[in-house]
Structure formats: C-alpha cells, structure tokens
T-cell receptor, first 113, second 113 residues
C-alpha cells in the first residue's frame, strides 16, 4: 500500500531530551515535508526537501532539524524540545511540483512537559 | 468592485444541499492550488487541485474555482453527504519555490442529516 509512515504516533517527553520522529514513504516521491498543526494556527510548514541532500526552511523551522540522506526517509529531529513544541506533527511527500500535492502521514502527537 | 465569498471558519449545511467553501490566498506568485480534506484523527487528504492557468476544474461532486484577480479560491461540493463532514483547507504553492506549500485557515463543514 502506498503510504507515508510516521513513528511514533504518540510521544510524551521532557524538556531538553533529544528526540527523533521518523518518516518514510514508499512511493518514490521526490518531495518531502514536515508540518505542525496547532489549534487556531492551522498547518504550518517546518522544513521541506525537494531531493536527497537538499532541505529548505519552511515557515517555522526554529528548534527543528531534518536530514534527507535517502529518498524515502525524512526524519524530524528536536535537539532540545521545549513545551512550545507540543503539537501534532505531519510528514508528507509529493511526486513532483504540481502533481496531486502532498500525501500526508497519520500524524505524531508530541507532548513536551 | 467584484464581490467574493468570505472565508468562514465553520459551515453547516443540510444533507443534499450544495456547499461552498472559500479561501483567500496571499501570494500573487502562487501558481498551484490544492484543496485538502482532514477528517478527525487523520492527516489532510488531497481532494482537487488547480493551476493558475485555469479558472475552474471539476472532479467527482467537487468543483474548484480560481479568481486570480482578487486572489480567491472556492471549493463547491454538490449534494453534500454526511461523509463530507470534515475540516477543509486550501494550500498555495509557487514553482519558484516548489516544495513550499502554505495552508490557509481551515473551514469546518458539518452536514446535518
């Protein structure tokens, strides 16, 4: 089944403890992206990648890192999580520009205490 | 001047009626637009897209209209069904920064039986 897989689905962590949310797609898509969704603020793009080893900042990149070492994987790294990073995170992938937009994963609900 | 539909955060319609969801976009350079549907507990799902060289595009029970003059996008759902109840988002992109996709404020559609 063609899909974007994120792990974990739920995560509770403490302030300052480094974490990684993994994302993998099996559709051979060129583009990948991370979004966060917060009540009243909608979906905001954190980082995106249009190719292996190519990443760009979205609208809210502060406090996050990403890497694209392989086409299928695009992990999101929080080096020192803070409570304001408590959010619902979505990974997404797209085959190319102008083609069916992004396919989204099921989301990761992160709570930082 | 030309009037366009207002963006409403919520919309309630009767089953069988037609729904119109509006979206204003901000970037004059945007040339690709997508409507997504997000059901509770899931990631956004592609509904229909349109490029800036078109004014209208039709899918199954859905139609997207694009007015570039006033930077307005609308999604029309014909014969709305209970399964259409969800949050609907528009998103805009530009081929000058192809991986970046900015979401608008969502509209929660509730279909009453």
């Amino acid at each position: 089944e063609a899909q974007v897989t994120q792990n974990p689905r739920y995560l509770i962590t403490v302030t300052g403890k480094k974490l990684t949310v993994t994302c993998s797609q099996n559709m051979n898509h060129e583009y990948m992206s991370w979004y966060r969704q917060d009540p009243g603020l909608g979906l905001r793009q954190i980082y995106y990648s249009m190719n292996v080893e190519v990443t760009d900042k979205g609208d809210v990149p502060e406090g996050y890192k990403v890497s694209r070492k392989e086409k299928r994987n695009f992990p999101l790294i929080l080096e020192s999580p803070s409570p304001n990073q408590t959010s619902l995170y979505f990974c997404a992938s797209s085959p190319r520009y102008g083609d069916y937009g992004y396919t989204f994963g099921s989301g990761t609900r992160l709570t930082v205490v | 001047g030309e009037s366009v539909g207002l963006h409403l955060p919520t919309l309630s319609v009767q089953e069988g009626d037609n729904s119109i969801i509006n979206c204003a976009y901000s970037n004059s350079a945007s040339d690709y637009f997508i409507w997504y549907k997000q059901e509770s507990g899931k990631g956004p799902q592609f509904i229909i897209d349109i490029r800036s060289n078109m004014d209208k595009r039709q899918g199954q029970r859905v139609t997207v209209l694009l007015n570039k003059t006033v930077k307005h996008l609308s999604l029309q759902i014909a014969a709305t069904q209970p399964g259409d109840s969800a949050v609907y988002f528009c998103a805009e992109s530009s081929n000058t920064n192809a991986g970046k996709s900015t979401f608008g404020d969502g509209t929660t559609l509730t279909v009453k039986p």
